[in-house]
C-alpha cells in the first residue's frame, strides 16, 4: 500500500513540474524564449522533459 501512495505522489510532482514549467515558459515572448535557445513549439518537449528530471 505504501509503494501505491508513493508512486502517486511522485506522478503528482511530476504533473506539478510540468503544469508549472508549461505556464512560465508560455508567458515568456518569443524573444526571450529564443534568447535561452528555444521556440514556442518545444515548450510542451521542454515542460514533459522537465517533469521526467524532477
Not at 501505491?4 to 513540474?17: D, E, G, I, Q
Not at 505556464?23 to 529564443?34: I, K, Y
Amino acid at each position: 500500500m505504501l509503494y501505491l501512495f508513493n508512486a502517486l505522489v511522485t506522478r503528482f510532482k511530476a504533473w506539478m513540474t510540468y503544469q508549472r514549467t508549461k505556464a512560465e515558459l508560455t508567458q515568456l515572448d518569443d524573444r526571450s524564449l529564443a534568447d535561452m535557445g528555444f521556440q514556442r513549439g518545444e515548450i510542451e518537449f521542454l515542460a514533459r522533459k522537465a517533469s521526467r528530471s524532477a
